[in-house]
């Protein structure tokens, strides 16, 4: 059985940082797109970063570009997110996903993504 499990949310301040840590377990994704995913209360869900199966392509969402960082360790089959200099706005619940065709870029599209987390709260208090 196919697991993400996401860690690491929590309150933190707005300035600050956290790192969250998506560990896919039940099958290996070393060669497989990763993305990080998030849905604020009465919003829908959108993307906030993807990175390739190979970690050299990283794509992110305008308003985390610079602030955020997306990579991976295929050794741990995990993906991280660190998330620096945090806005009230980044409040979300945030979602590891992955794609189950190989040798992708990441995209940008939750439909492209066949398995999803149970998600962990982030909240930037202001």
């Known amino acids: 059985q196919v697991q993400l499990v996401e860690s690491g949310g929590g309150l933190v301040q707005a300035g600050g940082s956290l790192r969250l840590s998506c560990a896919a377990s039940?099958?290996?994704?070393?060669?497989?797109?990763m993305g990080w995913f998030r849905q604020a209360p009465g919003k829908e869900r959108e993307f906030v970063a993807a990175?390739?199966?190979?970690?050299?392509?990283?794509v992110y969402t305008d308003s985390v570009k610079g602030r955020f960082t997306i990579s991976r360790d295929n050794a741990k089959n995990t993906v991280y997110l660190q998330m620096n200099s945090l806005k009230p706005e980044d409040t979300a619940v945030y979602y590891c996903?992955?794609?189950?065709?190989?040798?992708?870029?990441?995209?940008?599209?939750?439909?492209?993504?066949?398995?999803w987390g149970q998600g962990t709260q982030v909240t930037v208090s202001s």
């Open positions: 990175i390739s199966w190979s970690g050299g392509s990283t």
């Open positions: 996903a992955a794609d189950a065709s190989t040798w992708r870029r990441g995209s940008i599209f939750g439909h492209e993504y066949d398995y």
């Open positions: 039940g099958r290996t994704f070393s060669r497989n797109a």
